[in-house]
């Protein structure tokens, strides 16, 4: 199937209320599913400027026999493609004349702002992570530089974040593999991402492999994997050394994960489309996993890209109907008999699918598993719902200039449990900013960090 009548057919299913973006995304027989996901985002974005431009240029004047309109007209893209090169000087005329009418310089300010979100909704920056098993930060840094862009260097602040514009980028404060770039910009078609070199992740989404932080040669079991962004993270800390079980019910999604490890060069993992629920934790297969990511199903309320057309809010019926299952899965994670550290996270603002989720199967562990004081300089905590709800790290647009996101970071009581050897130098690096250290003073002596664990 083509690219453009794939996403001809995931434009009609989601004007005909037949599911959100990615579900019919996924559900398309098109292979690349990546790519028409980012056809489809653009079209609905851009729908209202090509209408505009469409109109404007009156090439329903021009032209006797139009193609469709847009989410029709798109199937036949070869018939918009030889009607756009045809009128292409009326079409960029036209471009122009709106942007002047508009007064604004850029394609990118012709866009509305999405429903519901104010003119002041702020926008995320376009962040990437390196993916260390193939490059390192300082190559990838100069690829950039060498392309156009302007490197200033580590952001000092989430402000510094916010206010990043036009072809300059930062290295993130918290992540230390992360790039950060304005809002919008678009490395799809970039030679770094098609070649696996750099990873398109939003920063909220790094923090569950990053937390989880598993030692090199260490088992680690991904629970709802696909489509792979974690996965390929976690190959990423533990060097490609050790082993990932990753599991997802989902063929399709399985199947565009395994392509996008192969291109991420991730190797010592088996994928498996399998109910993780129905995974035996007693199976010797699973005896030495130590670390688990769970990043289930979920509501993904804190998703702001969210675009014309897609779901409303959940209903109070599919919000307990996913916290239900975010319990199930969580509690059966927990009875890996050698399971030391997971991580839990969801995109979802809700706390019936968060807090909530963490808080009923704590109690029901009893002193079996606490929660860990993840990332202590984190600006953005757990919803204070139960004792200790403050070490769950959140994460929104707002705050942290990320999606909305939710982690919890678990680990096993009465063991020495392996802490995230990763946190300490990025908080201590991050806390020199916030402390207001001159950049180049000689650093603060590291503190040994005292594990904090906190009982609920
Ligand atoms: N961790 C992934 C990443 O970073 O790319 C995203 C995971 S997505 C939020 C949730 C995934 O859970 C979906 O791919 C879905 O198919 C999968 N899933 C849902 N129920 C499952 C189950 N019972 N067992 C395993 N996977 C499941």
Same mark, same amino acid.
């Given at each position: 199937?083509?690219?453009?009548?794939?996403?001809?057919?995931?434009?009609?299913?989601?004007?005909?209320?037949?599911?959100?973006?990615?579900?019919?995304?996924?559900?398309?027989?098109?292979?690349?599913?990546?790519?028409?996901?980012?056809?489809?985002?653009?079209?609905?974005?851009? %729908?209202?400027?090509?209408?505009?431009?469409?109109?404007?240029?009156? /090439?329903?004047?021009?032209?006797?026999?139009?193609?469709?309109?847009?989410?029709?007209?798109?199937?036949?893209?070869?018939?918009?493609?030889?009607?756009?090169?045809?009128?292409?000087?009326? !079409?960029?005329?036209?471009?122009?004349?709106?942007?002047?009418?508009?007064?604004?310089?850029?394609?990118?300010?012709?866009?509305?702002?999405?429903?519901?979100?104010?003119?002041?909704?702020?926008?995320?920056?376009?962040?990437?992570?390196?993916?260390?098993?193939?490059?390192?930060?300082?190559?990838?840094?100069?690829?950039?530089?060498?392309?156009?862009?302007?490197?200033?260097?580590?952001?000092?602040?989430?402000?510094? !974040?916010?206010?990043?514009?036009?072809?300059?980028?930062?290295?993130?404060?918290?992540?230390?593999?992360?790039?950060?770039?304005?809002?919008?910009?678009?490395?799809?078609?970039?030679?770094?991402?098609?070649?696996?070199?750099?990873?398109?992740?939003?920063?909220?989404?790094?923090?569950?492999?990053?937390?989880?932080?598993?030692?090199?040669?260490?088992?680690?079991?991904?629970?709802?994997? &696909?489509?792979?962004?974690?996965?390929?993270?976690?190959?990423? #800390?533990?060097?490609?050394?050790?082993?990932?079980?990753?599991?997802?019910?989902?063929?399709?999604?399985?199947?565009?994960?395994?392509?996008?490890?192969?291109? &991420? %060069?991730?190797?010592?993992?088996?994928?498996?489309?399998?109910?993780?629920?129905?995974?035996?934790?007693?199976?010797?297969?699973?005896?030495?996993?130590?670390? #688990?990511?769970?990043?289930?199903?979920?509501?993904?309320?804190?998703?702001?890209?969210?675009?014309?057309?897609?779901?409303?809010?959940?209903?109070?019926?599919?919000?307990?109907?996913?916290?239900?299952?975010?319990?199930?899965?969580?509690?059966?994670?927990?009875?890996?008999?050698?399971?030391?550290?997971?991580?839990?996270?969801? @995109?979802?603002?809700?706390?019936?699918?968060?807090?909530?989720?963490?808080?009923?199967?704590?109690?029901?562990?009893?002193?079996?598993?606490?929660?860990?004081?993840?990332?202590?300089?984190?600006?953005?905590?757990? /919803?204070?719902?139960?004792?200790?709800?403050?070490?769950?790290?959140? &994460?929104?647009?707002?705050?942290?200039?990320?999606?909305?996101?939710?982690?919890?970071?678990?680990?096993? @009581?009465?063991?020495?449990?392996?802490?995230?050897?990763?946190?300490?130098?990025?908080?201590?690096?991050?806390?020199?900013?916030?402390?207001?250290?001159?950049?180049?003073? &000689?650093?603060?002596?590291?503190?040994?960090?005292?594990?904090?664990?906190?009982?609920?």
């Amino acid at each position: 199937m083509a690219l453009y009548s794939a996403a001809a057919a995931v434009l009609s299913g989601l004007e005909r209320g037949e599911g959100g973006l990615k579900s019919l995304v996924y559900g398309s027989d098109f292979p690349h599913a990546r790519q028409l996901y980012a056809l489809v985002a653009e079209t609905l974005r851009y %729908g209202p400027v090509l209408e505009a431009l469409l109109d404007g240029a009156a /090439l329903l004047r021009a032209e006797k026999k139009l193609p469709p309109p847009l989410a029709k007209g798109i199937k036949c893209g070869g018939r918009w493609k030889a009607l756009a090169r045809r009128h292409r000087a009326r !079409l960029e005329a036209e471009l122009a004349r709106l942007k002047v009418r508009r007064g604004v310089s850029r394609n990118e300010d012709l866009l509305e702002p999405a429903p519901g979100a104010g003119p002041e909704a702020p926008q995320v920056p376009r962040y990437v992570r390196v993916n260390v098993l193939k490059t390192c930060v300082d190559d990838v840094v100069e690829f950039f530089k060498r392309q156009g862009y302007s490197f200033l260097g580590k952001a000092g602040s989430v402000e510094e !974040l916010r206010t990043l514009s036009g072809k300059k980028f930062l290295l993130d404060l918290h992540l230390p593999e992360l790039l950060v770039f304005p809002p919008q910009t678009d490395f799809h078609d970039n030679r770094l991402y098609t070649s696996g070199h750099i990873i398109l992740q939003d920063k909220a989404s790094c923090l569950p492999a990053f937390l989880l932080s598993p030692a090199a040669g260490s088992h680690v079991i991904d629970a709802c994997a &696909a489509p792979g962004n974690k996965t390929s993270h976690l190959a990423a #800390i533990l060097k490609n050394k050790g082993h990932i079980f990753a599991f997802d019910v989902d063929t399709k999604r399985l199947a565009t994960m395994n392509t996008m490890l192969m291109r &991420a %060069g991730v190797t010592s993992f088996k994928l498996t489309q399998q109910d993780f629920l129905t995974v035996d934790p007693h199976d010797p297969k699973y005896s030495k996993v130590k670390y #688990i990511l769970l990043d289930p199903s979920c509501s993904g309320s804190g998703m702001v890209t969210r675009l014309p057309l897609e779901e409303a809010a959940p209903s109070a019926e599919r919000l307990q109907a996913l916290a239900g299952f975010q319990r199930k899965v969580l509690s059966h994670a927990l009875r890996f008999p050698a399971v030391q550290c997971l991580a839990y996270s969801t @995109c979802s603002v809700h706390r019936e699918e968060n807090e909530d989720v963490v808080h009923a199967v704590l109690q029901e562990q009893g002193s079996a598993f606490r929660l860990v004081n993840a990332f202590p300089s984190w600006p953005c905590r757990g /919803l204070a719902t139960f004792p200790g709800a403050e070490c769950c790290l959140r &994460a929104s647009p707002v705050d942290t200039l990320t999606q909305g996101f939710f982690v919890a970071v678990l680990e096993r @009581c009465g063991e020495e449990a392996a802490v995230p050897s990763s946190l300490p130098a990025a908080t201590d690096e991050s806390l020199q900013h916030e402390e207001g250290v001159e950049p180049g003073a &000689a650093p603060p002596r590291k503190r040994k960090r005292k594990k904090q664990r906190v009982k609920v």
